[in-house]
C-alpha cells in the first residue's frame, strides 16, 4: 500500500531557482494538502485543495503554487527559491475536507535547502 | 483564531510508566482532534482520532479523551516502552476546514 508519496526527499536549490515538489496519493482521498514544518514553528498549512479544480490558501501561501488537474496528485511549485523557504515539506490527504474528514494520512516529507 | 498548545514541550520518563500529555485550544467549535506520532526524520503517523460528538477513542495501550467545552485532550499511554519515543502531536480541524497543530511534546521513555 503506497498511500502517500513525496518525491523528492531531498532537494538542495540555489536562490531564485524553481522546481516543483510531487505528491501523489493511491486512496481516492478528495483532500489534499501541504505543510511545511520548521523548528519552533510546528506545521504550518501552505495550501489545500478539497476536489479535482478546487484550490485554497492555507496560512503561508507567498512564494508557492499548486494545482489539483487529478484526484491523485497535488504538485506544489516553488516559484522563485528564498533561503527563508529552506524547510521539510509534509503532503497530506483525507477522505474529505469537510466534517466527516476521516483520518490524515502524511507522506514522508521532502527535505529542501535553500543556498 | 485557532490556537493549540501541548504542554509539556518535552517529557522523560522511566519504562513501564503510565503518562498523559496534554492538548489545549482555544475555540471549541471544531469537527475533529486528531493525535499524531512523529519519529526523527519521518512524516506524521495518525493515532487517534476523536470526532467532535465523541468523548474519548482507544486504541491498545492509547487512550485519547476530548473535552471540548475546556478546550481540552489528553493522550493517555499506559505502561510505557522505549519504542514509545517520538514527538506527539494533537491537531484540531476547525469548522473552516482547515487543520491547526500544536507544537508537539516530545517524549523520550528510558529503559
Known amino acids: 500500500n503506497a498511500g502517500v508519496t513525496q518525491t523528492p526527499k531531498f532537494q538542495v536549490l540555489k536562490t531564485g531557482q524553481s522546481m516543483t515538489l510531487q505528491c501523489a496519493q493511491d486512496?481516492?482521498?478528495?483532500?489534499m494538502s501541504w505543510y511545511r514544518q520548521d523548528p519552533g514553528m510546528g506545521l504550518r498549512l501552505i495550501h489545500y485543495?478539497?476536489?479535482?479544480?478546487?484550490?485554497d490558501q492555507g496560512e503561508v501561501p507567498n512564494g508557492y503554487n499548486v494545482s489539483r488537474s487529478t484526484t491523485e496528485d497535488f504538485p506544489l511549485r516553488l516559484l522563485s527559491a528564498a533561503p527563508s523557504q529552506t524547510s521539510v515539506y509534509f503532503c497530506?490527504?483525507?477522505?474529505?475536507?469537510?466534517?466527516?474528514?476521516?483520518?490524515?494520512?502524511f507522506g514522508e516529507g521532502s527535505r529542501l535547502t535553500v543556498l | 483564531k485557532q490556537e493549540v498548545t501541548q504542554i509539556p514541550a518535552a517529557l522523560s520518563v522511566p519504562e513501564g510508566e503510565n503518562l498523559v500529555l496534554n492538548c489545549s485550544f482555544t475555540d471549541s467549535a471544531i469537527y475533529n482532534l486528531q493525535w499524531f506520532r512523529q519519529d526523527p526524520g519521518k512524516g506524521l503517523t495518525s493515532l487517534l482520532l476523536i470526532q467532535s460528538s465523541q468523548r474519548e477513542q482507544t486504541s491498545g495501550r492509547l487512550n485519547a479523551s476530548l473535552d471540548k467545552s475546556s478546550g481540552r485532550s489528553t493522550l493517555y499511554i499506559a505502561a510505557s516502552q522505549p519504542g514509545d519515543s517520538a514527538t506527539y502531536l494533537c491537531?484540531?480541524?476547525?469548522?473552516?476546514?482547515?487543520?491547526?497543530f500544536g507544537q508537539g511534546t516530545e517524549l523520550s521513555v528510558k529503559p
Open positions: 485543495s478539497v476536489g479535482a479544480g478546487i484550490t
Open positions: 486512496m481516492n482521498h478528495e483532500y
Open positions: 497530506a490527504s483525507s477522505y474529505s475536507g469537510g466534517a466527516n474528514t476521516g483520518e490524515l494520512f
Open positions: 491537531a484540531v480541524k476547525n469548522q473552516g476546514g482547515k487543520l491547526i
